[in-house]
């Protein structure tokens, strides 16, 4: 099983948001949108927007080594965002991989109660990706011998 690096999972974030119907404002290692501000001492990954609505997106991607109350502080902080104008609540998007998916959610479920209607966690898996249909899998179609 091949790892996601940090790339990666911003790209998995970005798609899954235009899918959502947003459009992305900033978006960390993009090649033609802006870096997103920093919100407080905290980096985030796209900042997009749909209608009047806001929504952040972080990535979580290695947490060994990382202290618990940073992550609470980082989560608590950019989930009680509220837009300058309208005051509607911005939502916060957090891509994790499979080993930090249930840590995190653990986290929200017992510590952040108040604030887990604004938070949407997106878990990003590899073999999810894989996608077999059915008249693959009865080798019906016709691949290639040689994929490059």
């Given at each position: 099983m091949?790892?996601?690096n940090r790339r990666d999972l911003t790209d998995k974030?970005?798609?899954?948001?235009?899918?959502?119907?947003?459009?992305?404002?900033?978006?960390?290692?993009?090649t033609y949108l802006p870096?997103?501000?920093?919100?407080?001492?905290?980096?985030?990954?796209?900042?997009?927007?749909?209608?009047?609505e806001f929504a952040i997106g972080i990535v979580l991607?290695?947490?060994?080594?990382?202290?618990?109350n940073?992550?609470?502080?980082?989560?608590?902080?950019?989930?009680?965002?509220?837009s300058t104008y309208s005051?509607?609540?911005?939502?916060l998007y957090i891509a994790l991989t499979r080993k930090n998916y249930f840590f995190v959610k653990h986290l929200i479920d017992?510590?952040?109660?108040?604030?887990?209607e604004n938070i949407e966690l997106y878990l990003v898996d590899v073999e999810g990706e894989l996608v077999i249909t059915d008249t693959a899998?009865?080798?019906?179609?016709m691949f290639p011998r040689f994929i490059n």
């Open positions: 091949t790892s996601l974030l970005y798609f899954k948001l235009r899918a959502a119907g947003y459009s992305t404002i900033g978006r960390r290692y993009g870096d997103p501000p920093n919100i407080g001492d905290f980096e985030i990954e796209v900042l997009a927007k749909q209608k009047k991607d290695d947490l060994s080594g990382v202290d618990v940073f992550i609470k502080q980082k989560i608590r902080f950019l989930a009680e965002r509220k005051g509607n609540p911005v939502r017992s510590d952040l109660t108040d604030i887990s899998a009865g080798g019906k179609a």
